[in-house]
């Protein structure tokens, strides 16, 4: 039998501000058995390019990153958020180590090819050294995980934290059990945006399709949900997407198969 591995994925609204976060590393750090966070953070670098004065355009979820905007994620992405999470966890006795892509080469990326629209310094991941992840977790080191990959010729690239969560998932489920969870600021994926308490318990591939149909699912919800679909295929055990608070409960959207 594998030894299960959950793997918690926490956005930006939650990584964004200090009692959010240090609310969710408190429940990250009594999460039982073998572990790994993945942060995003896009709301703090989108704020910190807005104070360079630098504008941010998302096309379908995903940041169009020029030049200027690669430092502003790569000092955002893998500097203060990851470390700043680094330190919150080592605060609470969880021995973390943050990670970009680069580091120990854990996953490779190619920038993405110029189609309709020209995404700029955005990695599509091609590999993921699960081995290299697996020894750290085997060690008792947590790895966190920036949405930064290399293309290994020297190049930082910019990738969304829910495909590193997604892709790297994929990649472990060949070693471990594993669980992902996506939190974010609300209970699950909702019926009724309007309505907290609207959590849809279930979703399958063709609810996916009919709620995103009726506009119900839309947004960064839909990249996210593609992801979750995507990992389980993959061989992931289990998908939920939950509230930041929810950690270590049953509650949320399961997504099936
Ligand atoms: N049906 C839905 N249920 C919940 N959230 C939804 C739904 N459709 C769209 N969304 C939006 O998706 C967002 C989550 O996606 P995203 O911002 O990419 O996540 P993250 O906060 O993890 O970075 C929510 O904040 C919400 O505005
Ligand atoms: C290519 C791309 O879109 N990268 C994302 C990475 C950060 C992220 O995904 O952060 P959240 O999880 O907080 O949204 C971005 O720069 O916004």
Do not use: W
Not at 206 to 215: H, M, P, Q, T
Not at 220 to 232: D, H, Y
Request: proline letters at 2%.
């Amino acid at each position: 039998m594998q030894e299960k591995l959950t793997i918690i994925k926490v956005g930006g609204k939650i990584v964004e501000e200090a009692d959010t976060l240090n609310q969710l590393l408190d429940d990250f750090s009594v999460l039982t058995g073998y572990k790994l966070l993945v942060h995003g953070g896009g709301r703090s670098a989108t704020h910190m390019a807005s104070r360079l004065g630098i504008e941010s355009t998302m096309v379908n979820g995903r940041r169009v990153t020029d030049a200027e905007t690669l430092k502003v994620v790569t000092m955002v992405y893998g500097g203060l958020v990851n470390k700043n999470i680094v330190a919150g966890l080592q605060a609470k006795g969880v021995n973390a180590i943050g990670l970009t892509g680069a580091d120990m080469d854990v996953i490779r990326s190619v920038k993405r090819p110029v189609k309709d629209i020209d995404y700029g310094f955005v990695g599509d991941v091609e590999r993921v050294d699960a081995e290299a992840l697996a020894t750290l977790i085997r060690r008792g080191v947590i790895p966190v995980m920036a949405p930064l990959t290399h293309d290994g010729k020297g190049h930082i690239l910019n990738t969304n934290a829910d495909t590193i969560a997604g892709e790297t998932a994929k990649a472990l489920a060949q070693i471990f059990d594993v669980t992902l969870v996506y939190c974010f600021e609300k209970k699950g994926v909702l019926s009724d945006e309007n309505d907290d308490d609207s959590v849809i318990p279930v979703l399958t591939p063709n609810l996916f399709r009919e709620y995103v149909g009726k506009g119900i699912i839309k947004e960064g919800m839909i990249p996210k949900l593609e992801n979750a679909f995507s990992a389980l295929e993959a061989g992931v055990g289990q998908v939920i997407i939950t509230s930041a608070s929810a950690i270590g409960k049953d509650i949320g959207t399961v997504i099936k198969k």
